[in-house]
């Protein structure tokens, strides 16, 4: 800890930790003064002997030290420090009767003293003159583990040890060892099994007793126990059942009057196979111990550990007992041994005395039974045993099950985390059906409650290792005492935490201890009482919220229980009786009492409770308990005057220390017990004094300074106190007093007010659903306040005792819990106030405290006379308020003792200022509270029932006239009253809402003199309200924006926010739900908005079940949005995700329809229009129908195509209104052709009709494939009818005409007959208009090239940046290449001036990345046209005699995609036009001459050059197979023949050719290496350019299909030009022989395809320059392969 200021160094030992030591209390008695050169921080005192713990973790002993060799035997006044641990830095020391303790830093124990007994844990040595380390190691583990130690207790005769596991171990000797052992002394450390798995806080010895405050268990989930339902002592029912006429209360408070008597544990030792059994008790109602056997190896007590739990038989088990008589459930022999069965046991993880206890039951049982003899117990067995299923089956279903229910059991709902019995089938094993025939036998009413629970679920147990920190938020049930009335609104009484906390922890499991009916219920009552009420039980609520929350789980726990064992001669162990215990039993009277410290003196025991009482028991011979009861066996409290709250004791051997708060907050002394006289010291026999009848103030204490803790031992007293340095440590008492003072105020409003209160039946008649509700809320905040309280006010008891680092205080550290606990609370009570609550509370009040209510008056200190009882109760329940001043008052106080700069110093400051302005809040809130109550009392009341909520604070009214509605009407009264969330509107009968978040406001400009106006706009309503003067409009526009801002940031109204930002956002997110508006009659919107409308993103719902989530603007949809609509009839819904305008959808998008058809494309106005695709049918792969083309107002119209999946054709043509009409033409699967007119959606007018084996009908058509009037039928061999016609294709037609045969010689006339096909079908032009119309549309043309370049490039831009930053959203759209793309796409070309050849390739460029991405319009353009395409000639469009419509379609896109690129760059030459020259290439054509003939092609601007490489790629697929389909029979002969040519070898296929015999080559490579080519060679010469000629295939375009064979040409010259080794010129007569040869060896398969594409697309400049030639020699040989005759 930082230096406290200017004490600096020089702080000298003697101001802090200075211990005095003294004995008795007479008036006399000084105490004196033990020097040390360090402060004390910890002392312990023994019989005659003390220890102390120094800063630095160095031992000092004084006193009398019989144990040290060199001691004079008068003792040591001065203290001694013990060398042996002066290398250690011990943390905890520990002093018996005659010997030590202290635990280091490392969690190792040290002891030292006395061993007679083996209380310093080491054999063999009867005294330890030093300290010596001590094995703690728990040999259960494997490897055994040593055991880390928080800190020991001594007592005469043992030591207890605390685990860091928070575990209990023991040894020692004596029953208060809690170890299942008659041999002692112990001389190793054992583990307490009985209290393993909990949660163990401190632990303290006794002479003969040891005491251990434990933290309660979560409430069990699943560890519930057997019921068992009578006393195995006093034979009387453990449970009484009290029914009332609205529930039924089960209490489990049954003290037996007798104990355990505590037995020698002279078992009959034999040889290890035979049975040692404890002497048998004849009389049932005697207590019986369990008997211990003894074995040569080990002690294996019978009632076996947790880990080996046995099944507990009938025997009914008294709870003040420790250990659990029982019955063995083996078979029994004849002569009453019990056979070896090991018991089934659930081990918990670290048990693994589970293996030597089942080893060792079958050499060892015991008789603990109720039964009078053993003949008895057999018979008993026998019975169980024979009993069979059946009969087992029919009791479980007879019994009846009557669960208890917690007593408050009406109005208040607690936490819901209370946990309900779980009801589990019985598992039908052997063991079940003993433990349900077991119960059976005992009672039919407690076997029906094993119906709920499993033997698994019984039987488990907590295990070591779930002994970590638990969260222990669980609901209290109340204590069920036998005589207490209960009542139906929640009897919650000052014992509330009792019930529960029992329950939790009868001692151990199943096989030890009590046996509880543990179920914790919500809504189990017996069936009886169900019917009897009709209506549902409603959970309790407890009073103090149980335990604390995770997030506070470093405060101590309130919720604690004191455990004792031992001997109880004097009643020193507090349960009723005097009986001793072996084993560790929960004292009930204590649950609940909230314990957070235990004394031990020699027969009596002390607990402090967070409350600051005392409770005592046990031995009272000199008044050492603190009151007259003598002995008492429960723990009682001790007097102490009113006013007077201890917070630390001590016990000696027959006195008790208390350190107390008096009226100052300096600590006071108070001493009870036995009288030491003066002078007597020397004595061995000490006389002893006088008594005291309660506790006595030491006159002294206030000389002493500042006490911060106690302790006692033997006759001495002994108290460590700090002088008050800077005033640093009166500042920390004083925070810790008043903490204790506040937490007992608070408990006392619990328990003076609070409980009777809900003790009243009308309560929630006189206060109304409403107040109900909040006073629950109230109730439950103000538990969770008390308790967070206690825990602080423990905390920082602790905190002055240990530690003093300031910045450790929970008060620091969770500053925001304290602070979130405030002003939730204060919250609760505002709205209790606001809803009339405490006016509601006066009628009850009055009825349980009397009419004046004196008692609450007296609660209230501070409250000025003669208030009303409604104030005087809101005054109470607003007293955390002043405390929390309070905090922020000590802290300050505490910074002052640091220097200024200082960390500590800064964090009090920041931390009271949190405080400070927190009270400043709540004080305001609390005006606010009182202000709107007051208007509500003064409200007219019709309106007040809908208008007045809890949370809602009235802000202003203008009930004075100073607002008022323009163009009101004269007689209207118009009253405008501003909440925190609300604008109400109110006029005669009705009133108007305007919630605040969904409100605008701005001053009217005042130029129109005197007129002072607000103009305010809600999403449905705008108007003007006129304000009296400039002040009243400044106030009510600062009013309402402030109000705004808060309901919009959702903080309580908070100046501090208000001051930061004067007008609230104009743009802003809220829900509100339309009430006027027709379309949007009740719909709901949520979203952002921007001065009154939505605007942005958002989502409205309509009450029939639509839903568009999208982006708005000006309160209409418009952007990207989905909207579902429902579909009731399908019961799916129709689904539109796309874009909007102005409410409507308008743009591109997908509907996916409830039937089940999915339509993708351009919507206007709601509708379908523009270009789109409909598939239709379910939604599996293959639709049956599919739709491409133009849409008009929801209906096809213009071009489009459908394929008809189930008929299997595919129309292409016009459309009107949904039917064919116009040009079209259909092909089918079966290859039928038809092109011609339609109308009506038939084939109706003129057409052609091809069918597969060509044969052709041109003429009439009445209907589908139905031929009807004139017409001409041509047959494959060129026969031909004409005549009238009718009847359907396929079928027999009906003919009268002509048949002619043409003549072989009629070659005119023949040539007139040939077929041009197309005429008839939709020319290309006219195809996907609506395609390109939507791209100039983007672009921002009205029609194709109407509009202005540069406008054409910002939509372009926008387009580009707009779909960016939809993608952005979700990345994973958008791949990396993609993103460069568009970025490189986002710097718009230079696009004026003369087009050079240089900007040419950058337009080239340019337009392949456009064309990359469907986020330009460009690129989206060349998508759809891909699509369109590929729908059309796929699959039955795959048809040979549409290539030519294909080819033509291509050519069209050419054109009208080149007219757009034009429009973007205006000065592109047109088609066929030249390139300007750039400046730099003039000086070349200058310099060369100017016989340049013909332009390079290269130079010339060619649609076909620009645009193919852009989209000849995607569309190759479904164009080339048309043309293999076409050319399938000539590439047939063609490829016959390269087959057969090509089995020759090299040289005999040149000659064949005809190649001349000098270009013949003579040597080849191969591998590297020359060879010779020999007349076998094969597929050796010309490869290079054979292989270059294969890559045609790999091409697409066709330039470049033209660049390959020039390529070719060129290899075959440079293998011709190596041969020769001169130059020389081609004739066509010597290259065309060698081209052949290559083409051969090229095995082309679709050589005739690649032929006609080249010849179909090939840019025209082209056709008469080089590759032009080329192209022919290609053709030509292709031709000539196919003629080529073989001799």
């Given at each position: ?5 200017s004490s ?31 402060p004390v921080?910890?002392?312990?005192l023994?019989a005659?002997?003390g ?6 973790g ?10 040290k060799?060199?001691?004079p035997s008068?003792?040591t ?5 013990e ?13 018996g ?22 209380q310093c844990g080491?054999?063999g040595?009867?005294v ?6 001590v ?14 130690v ?5 007592g005469?005769?043992h030591t ?5 596991r928070h ?6 000797s ?13 001389w ?10 909990r ?13 251990a ?23 009387q029912s453990?449970y009484t059942?009290t ?11 049954h ?5 355990v008597?505590?037995?020698d544990?002279?078992s009959?030792?034999g ?5 040692g ?5 004849s ?7 369990s ?7 080990s ?5 076996s ?5 046995s099944?507990?038989a ?14 063995e459930?083996?078979?029994v ?17 670290t ?9 060792e ?17 057999k ?6 045993s ?14 009846q099950?009557?669960?208890?229910l917690?007593?408050?059991?009406d109005?208040f709902i ?11 089938t ?9 433990v ?7 009672g ?7 119906e709920?629970l ?7 147990y907590?295990?070591p290792g779930?002994?970590?920190e638990r969260?222990?938020?669980r609901?209290r ?15 919650i ?16 499991l ?30 309790a609520v ?13 405060l ?10 031992g ?15 072996l ?20 027969l ?6 967070a409350?600051s ?8 011979s000199?008044?050492q308990l603190g ?13 102490l ?9 001590g016990a ?5 220390l ?6 100052c ?14 002078g ?10 006088g ?6 103030l030491?006159?002294f ?6 006490v911060?803790s ?6 001495s007293?002994?108290?460590?106190a ?5 005033g640093?440590?009166?500042?920390l ?12 105020k608070?408990?006392?409003?619990k328990?003076?007010l ?8 009308s ?5 109304g659903?409403?107040?109900t ?11 969770r ?8 006010s ?5 905190f ?18 304290f602070?979130d606990?405030?002003?939730e ?5 505002g709205?209790?106030?606001v ?5 509601a ?7 349980v ?45 505490l910074a ?20 400070e302005s ?5 004080k ?8 709107t109550?007051?208007?509500w ?8 029932d809908?208008?007045r ?6 802000v ?22 501003l ?7 109110a006029?005669?009968?009705t ?21 002072y106006?607000l ?9 003007t309200?006129?304000a009296?003067s ?8 600062r ?41 949007l009659?009740e719909?709901m919107y949520e979203?952002?908005?921007?001065a ?12 029939d ?20 609509v ?14 909007w305008?102005?409410?409507k959808?308008?743009g ?9 058809e999915?339509?993708e ?10 270009h ?19 849409w008009?107002?929801?209906k ?13 054709e595919?129309?292409m043509?016009l ?6 009409q116009?040009n ?11 092109e011609?007119?339609f ?6 007018g ?9 044969t ?7 209907d ?7 017409g001409?039928?041509t ?18 037609l ?20 040939t ?7 939709v ?13 100039w ?18 939509n ?8 960016r ?7 994973e ?19 004026v ?23 330009h ?6 998508e759809t046209?891909?699509?369109?395409y ?15 419509q ?19 760059f205006p ?8 390139l ?9 054509s ?5 016989k340049?003939d ?5 130079r010339?601007v ?6 193919l490489?852009v ?14 389909l076409e050319?399938?029979?000539e ?19 040149l ?12 040597t080849?490579t191969?591998?590297?290496e020359?060879?010779?080519?020999l007349s ?7 490869a290079?350019?054979?292989?270059t ?7 697409f ?13 060129e290899?075959?010259?440079q ?9 020389f ?12 040869y290559?083409?051969?060896?090229a095995?082309?398969?679709n050589l005739?395809?690649?032929?006609s594409?080249i ?28 003629h080529?005759?073989?001799t």
């Amino acid at each position: 800890m930082e230096k406290l200021k200017s004490s600096g160094e020089e702080e000298s030992s003697g101001e802090r930790g200075v211990l005095h030591t003294w004995r008795g209390y007479s008036c006399s008695v000084t105490p004196e003064k033990v020097l040390l050169s360090r402060p004390v921080l910890q002392a312990a005192l023994g019989a005659k002997h003390g220890v102390l713990l120094v800063e630095g973790g160095q031992v000092y002993s004084f006193g009398e030290l019989p144990w040290k060799q060199n001691q004079p035997s008068s003792g040591t006044t001065e203290p001694l420090l013990e060398a042996g641990l002066s290398e250690q830095h011990v943390v905890c020391v520990a002093a018996g009767a005659s010997h030590s303790g202290a635990v280091t830093e490392d969690g190792v124990v040290h002891m030292w003293g006395d061993n007679t007994y083996g209380q310093c844990g080491l054999s063999g040595l009867s005294v330890v003159p030093n300290p010596t380390p001590v094995a703690v190691v728990d040999c259960e583990a494997t490897p055994p583990q040593p055991i880390r130690v928080l800190e020991v207790a001594c007592g005469e005769q043992h030591t207890l040890a605390l685990s860091a596991r928070h575990e209990v171990w023991s040894w020692g000797s004596g029953c208060q060892l809690g170890l299942l052992t008659t041999t002692f002394p112990v001389w190793k450390p054992h583990k307490v099994e009985h209290l393993a798995g909990r949660h163990v806080l401190q632990v303290v010895c006794g002479a003969s007793h040891s005491l251990a405050l434990v933290r309660c268990l979560p409430p069990p989930q699943e560890a519930r126990r057997l019921p068992v339902d009578k006393c195995g002592q006093c034979n009387q029912s453990l449970y009484t059942m009290t029914d009332k006429e609205d529930h039924v209360i089960i209490s489990d408070s049954h003290y037996c009057p007798l104990g355990v008597e505590l037995e020698d544990g002279d078992s009959k030792s034999g040889s290890e196979g035979s049975l040692g059994l404890g002497k048998m008790k004849s009389s049932p109602s005697e207590p019986i111990l369990s008997a211990y056997t003894q074995s040569p190896k080990s002690v294996i007590p019978l009632s076996s550990s947790p880990g080996a739990t046995s099944v507990s038989a009938p025997a009914p088990v008294s709870e003040t007992q420790g250990q659990t008589p029982r019955t063995e459930s083996q078979p029994v022999l004849a002569d009453g041994v019990v056979s070896g069965a090991a018991p089934q046991s659930q081990t918990s993880e670290t048990d693994s005395t589970e293996a030597r206890a089942s080893a060792e039951l079958t050499a060892a049982g015991a008789k603990c039974s109720p039964y009078p003899d053993e003949q008895a117990l057999k018979d008993y067995l026998k019975r169980l045993s024979d009993q069979t299923l059946a009969e087992q089956a029919s009791k479980n279903q007879t019994a009846q099950c009557s669960q208890p229910l917690p007593e408050s059991s009406d109005v208040f709902i607690s936490d819901p985390a209370t946990p309900v019995a779980q009801s589990v089938t019985p598992m039908g094993s052997a063991l079940n059906h003993l433990v349900v025939s077991c119960a059976s036998a005992v009672g039919e009413r407690v076997a029906s409650t094993y119906e709920a629970l499993s033997l698994r679920k019984v039987i488990n147990y907590w295990g070591p290792g779930e002994s970590r920190e638990r969260p222990e938020e669980r609901v209290r049930q109340e204590e069920h005492r036998q005589g207490k009335k209960s009542c139906s609104l929640g009897d919650i009484r000052e014992e509330e935490a009792e019930g529960l906390s029992r329950r939790l922890s009868l001692p151990g499991l199943l096989s030890q201890g009590t046996c509880a009916l543990h179920i914790l219920c919500h809504h189990m009552m017996s069936p009886r009482l169900l019917r009897r009420v009709s209506r549902p039980p409603v959970r309790a609520v407890a009073l103090t919220p149980v335990g604390v929350a995770e997030s506070d789980a470093h405060l101590p726990s309130l919720q604690t229980e004191v455990w004792s064992w031992g001997r109880g001669q004097e009643g020193q162990l507090g349960h009723g009786d005097l009986l001793p215990r072996l084993q560790p039993l929960c004292i009930k009277s204590l649950s609940g009492k909230e314990v957070i410290r235990v004394a031990a003196g020699a027969l009596h025991s002390l607990a402090l409770t967070a409350q600051s009482e005392v409770y005592s028991w046990g031995s009272n011979s000199f008044g050492q308990l603190g009151h007259m009861e003598s002995p008492s066996t429960i723990p009682r409290l001790a007097k102490l005057s009113d006013g007077i709250r201890a917070w630390d004791v001590g016990a000696g051997q027959h006195h008790t220390l208390l350190l107390a708060d008096g009226d100052c907050f300096q600590p006071i002394l108070y001493y009870s017990g036995q009288q030491v006289k003066e002078g007597s010291a020397e004595s061995t026999q000490e006389q002893t004094g006088g008594y005291t009848q309660q506790p006595v103030l030491l006159p002294f204490c206030m000389n002493l300074g500042y006490v911060s803790s106690v302790c006692a031992g033997g006759q001495s007293c002994a108290a460590l106190a700090d002088r008050n340095v800077m005033g640093f440590i009166g500042s920390l008492h004083e925070l810790a007093a008043a903490e204790r003072k506040y937490y007992c105020k608070l408990t006392s409003i619990k328990s003076v007010l609070l409980q009777p209160l809900l003790k009243l039946e009308s309560l929630s008649s006189a206060l109304g659903p409403a107040c109900t509700g909040l006073l629950q809320n109230l109730i439950s905040r103000f538990g969770r306040l008390a308790q967070l309280t206690g825990q602080n006010s423990a905390s920082l008891t602790s905190f002055l005792r240990r530690s003093r680092d300031v910045r450790g205080l929970v008060l620091l550290e969770n500053a925001q819990l304290f602070l979130d606990t405030y002003s939730e609370y204060c919250a609760s009570v505002g709205n209790l106030l606001v809803m009339g609550g405490f006016q509601a509370l006066v009628r009850p009040c009055q009825d349980v405290f009397g009419k004046g209510a004196e008692v609450v008056q007296k609660l209230s200190e501070g409250c000025e006379d003669g208030a009303m009882l409604a104030d005087i109760l809101s005054h109470l329940f607003y007293l955390p308020v002043r405390h929390l001043h309070e905090y922020g008052h000590l802290l300050l106080k505490l910074a002052t003792c640091y220097e200024v700069n200082s960390m500590d110093y800064q964090k009090l400051q920041d931390v009271c200022s949190k405080y400070e302005s927190l009270v400043l809040l709540l004080k305001r809130k609390r005006k606010e509270a009182e202000y709107t109550l007051h208007f509500w009392k003064s409200f007219p009341g019709k309106m007040t029932d809908s208008l007045r909520k809890p949370s809602r604070r009235l802000v202003c009214e203008s009930s004075n006239k100073a607002l008022t509605l323009q163009n009101a009407g004269r007689f209207s009264v118009n009253w405008f009253i501003l909440f925190n969330d609300a604008l109400v509107h109110a006029q005669f009968s009705t009133h108007h809402v305007f919630p605040l978040a969904t409100l605008w406001v701005e001053p009217v400009s005042e130029e129109n003199a005197g007129l002072y106006g607000l103009k305010v706009t809600s999403p449905e309503e705008s108007f003007t309200l006129l304000a009296s003067s400039p002040s009243e409009k400044a106030k009510w526009l600062r009013s309402i924006n402030q109000a705004v801002e808060q309901a919009l940031s959702g903080t309580g109204m908070d100046t501090s926010g208000a001051a930061m930002r004067a007008d609230p956002p104009i743009s802003r997110t809220a829900s509100y739900t339309f009430y006027k508006d027709s379309r949007l009659k009740e719909v709901m919107y949520e979203g952002r908005w921007l001065a009154g409308k939505p605007n942005g993103r958002g989502v409205l719902k309509w009450p029939d079940g639509r839903m568009y989530t999208g982006t708005f603007k000006n309160g209409l949809e418009d952007g990207y949005g989905d909207y579902i609509v429902p579909n009731k009839n399908l019961n799916k819904s129709d689904h539109y995700q796309g874009h909007w305008k102005d409410g409507k959808m308008h743009g591109f998008g997908n509907f996916r329809y409830a039937t089940g058809e999915l339509y993708e494309g351009s919507f206007q106005d709601n509708m379908r229009h523009g270009h789109g695709m409909l598939r239709s049918g379910k939604l599996n792969s293959t639709s049956p129908s599919v739709f491409i083309g133009q849409w008009l107002h929801d209906k096809k119209t213009g071009y489009g195509v459908f394929d008809d999946i189930t008929r299997g054709e595919k129309y292409m043509g016009l459309w009107q209104e949904d039917l064919r009409q116009g040009n079209g033409v259909i092909v089918t699967q079966f290859g039928l052709y038809y092109e011609g007119a339609f109308s009506n959606n038939k084939m109706m007018g003129t057409g052609v009709l091809l069918s597969e084996d060509d044969t052709t009908f041109e003429g009439d058509f009445s209907d589908d494939w139905t031929l009807s009037g004139k017409g001409t039928l041509t047959m494959p061999n060129g026969d031909y009818i004409e005549g009238s016609f009718s009847g359907v294709w396929g079928t027999g037609l009906k003919i009268s005409g002509s048949y002619y045969k043409p003549n072989l010689y009629d070659s005119d006339k023949d040539k007139n007959r040939t077929l041009k096909l197309g005429r008839l079908a939709v020319p290309s032009e006219e195809k996907w208009k609506a395609v390109f119309g939507e791209c100039w549309s983007r672009l921002g043309c009205e029609s194709p090239g109407q509009g202005d370049t540069s406008t054409a490039w910002d939509n372009i831009a926008i387009a580009l940046t707009t779909n960016r930053r939809q993608h952005r959203d979700s990345p994973e759209l958008l791949s990396r290449s993609h993103n460069k793309t568009l970025e490189s796409l986002e710097f718009i070309p230079q696009h004026v001036g003369p087009v050079t050849l240089e900007k040419y390739h950058i337009i080239r460029r340019y337009l392949i990345k456009a064309c990359d991405t469907p986020l330009h319009p460009l690129g989206r353009l060349v998508e759809t046209l891909v699509a369109v395409y590929r729908m059309t000639y796929v699959g039955v469009g795959a048809n040979r005699r549409l290539l030519q419509q294909a080819v033509n379609e291509i050519k069209s896109y050419l054109s009208r995609i080149f007219q757009i690129v034009r429009f973007l760059f205006p000065d592109l030459p047109e088609e066929g036009g030249l390139l300007a020259e750039g400046p730099n290439e003039k000086k070349e054509s200058e310099s060369s001459g100017n016989k340049i003939d013909s332009p390079k092609p290269g130079r010339v601007v060619s649609s076909s050059a620009l645009l193919l490489p852009v989209l000849l790629p995607r569309l190759y697929p479904p164009l080339f197979t048309l043309y293999a389909l076409e050319k399938e029979k000539e590439d047939d002969v063609y490829w016959e023949c390269v087959l057969r040519l090509n089995k020759q070898p090299d040289l005999a296929l040149l000659a064949f050719l005809g190649v001349h015999q000098k270009f013949w080559p003579v040597t080849m490579t191969l591998h590297g290496e020359k060879q010779q080519v020999l007349s076998s060679t094969k597929d050796a010469c010309f490869a290079s350019a054979v292989e270059t000629l294969q890559q045609i295939s790999t091409t697409f375009t066709p330039s470049d299909k033209l660049q390959v064979i020039q390529l070719t040409f060129e290899e075959i010259t440079q293998e011709v030009l190596a041969l020769l080794k001169q130059d020389f010129l081609w004739s066509m007569d010597d290259l065309f022989p060698v081209f052949l040869y290559v083409v051969l060896r090229a095995r082309i398969r679709n050589l005739g395809s690649e032929v006609s594409l080249i010849e179909d697309l090939m840019d025209p400049c082209v056709q008469h320059g080089e590759h032009g030639i080329m192209f022919t020699t290609l053709k030509a040989c292709y031709y000539q392969i196919q003629h080529e005759k073989i001799t």
